[in-house]
């Protein structure tokens, strides 16, 4: 007869090696998870998913400046609006100039890709004003406008030359 106890002990050995590991990874996403909620729970900033089919176009756990489209923030603290992940420039102007620019504060954003954004912001409260910035995360750019916009045509303006990519928002301003 074959004495198969030391392979026994060896499968034994195997079994409880891989239920080991397995049993850590679960620990490890259930932890990441979690860890995952707390950050997102504590941050202010985070913005509540909506309904919207629209919305959902921007993928789960992504901030605002990594899902391309127009977007816009209003109030303080900010509620979220995602317009389209693919706008026109007829789009862009309504969605600022169809904005309470007096009464409000708020935020129009234009991702191009992951990362890169162009924004207007601000009230018409004189005692806020308005502003236009460009982020370039990949780059490790962040520009604001040294002379502010006075009119939300402006902002159109600046807005639309970023949409085109005609330079014309950096090339007539000063940003630093």
Same mark, same amino acid.
């Given at each position: ?9 060896? #499968?034994? &050995? !195997? %079994? @409880?090696? @891989?239920?080991? !590991? =397995? ?10 998870? #979690? ?12 913005? $509540? ?21 127009? /977007? =816009? ?6 509620? /979220? ?7 026109? $420039? &007829? ?5 600022? %100039? ?12 234009? =991702? ?25 995360? &990949? &780059? ?6 040294? *002379?502010?916009?006075?009119?939300? *045509?402006?902002? *159109? *303006? #600046? ?17 630093e």
């Amino acid at each position: 007869m074959v004495d198969l106890s030391p392979w026994l002990g060896l #499968l034994i &050995k !195997v %079994g @409880i090696g @891989i239920g080991a !590991v =397995v049993i850590g990874y679960v620990v490890v996403k259930i932890i990441s998870s #979690l860890l995952a909620s707390v950050v997102v729970w504590s941050n202010p900033g985070a913005q $509540e998913r909506s309904d919207s089919p629209t919305d959902a176009k921007q993928g789960a756990g992504e901030s605002i400046e990594d899902a391309p489209g127009l /977007h =816009v923030l209003s109030g303080l603290p900010s509620e /979220h609006r995602f317009i389209d992940n693919n706008p026109t $420039e &007829k789009m862009i102007r309504s969605t600022i %100039g169809d904005l309470d620019w007096f009464g409000g504060f708020h935020q129009v954003l234009l =991702v191009t890709s992951p990362g890169v954004c162009f924004a207007v912001s601000g009230s018409l409260d004189p005692d806020h004003g308005l502003s236009s910035s460009y982020h370039d995360a &990949k &780059k490790g750019v962040d520009l604001v406008i040294k *002379e502010p916009p006075t009119t939300v *045509e402006r902002m *159109e *303006e #600046l807005m639309v030359s970023f949409y085109y990519g005609d330079g014309q928002w950096k090339r007539r301003n000063v940003y630093e």
